[in-house]
Nanobody, 118 residues
């Protein structure tokens, strides 16, 4: 199935910006929909953004207008541009396919930690 590797996380102040990257296999990037997920301490993993192969994107309300998902199919890479971050954005961020059955996925990368703190 290949590996999913997230990177780009770190410590950022509220209102700041961060860009996350996700590298995946060529097969994964043949998927119709890819997605970014996050899991905060004590909370369930949530799907926050999806992107279709053609670039059409959807976002959960909590990140809409602040985050931008994009993908470079030639590089098998997906990005999450995070702007105007808030403390509630602190979480481990993961990438994966964005299918409707994602709650049953068993393959996950290591994730990348994002901590928003002043």
């Amino acid at each position: 199935q290949g590996q999913l590797v997230e990177s780009g996380g770190g410590l950022v102040e509220p209102g700041g910006s961060l860009r996350l990257s996700c590298t995946a296999s060529e097969n994964d990037f043949r998927a119709y929909v890819m997605g970014w997920y996050r899991q905060a301490p004590g909370k369930q993993r949530e799907l926050i953004a999806t992107i279709r192969v053609g670039g059409a994107a959807n976002y959960t309300d909590s990140v809409k207008g602040r985050f931008t998902i994009s993908r470079d199919n030639a590089k098998n890479t997906m990005y999450l541009q995070m702007n105007n971050v808030k403390p509630d954005d602190s979480a481990i961020y993961y990438c994966n396919l964005g299918g409707a059955s994602w709650r049953h996925y068993t393959r996950w990368g290591p994730g990348t930690q994002v901590t928003v703190s002043s």
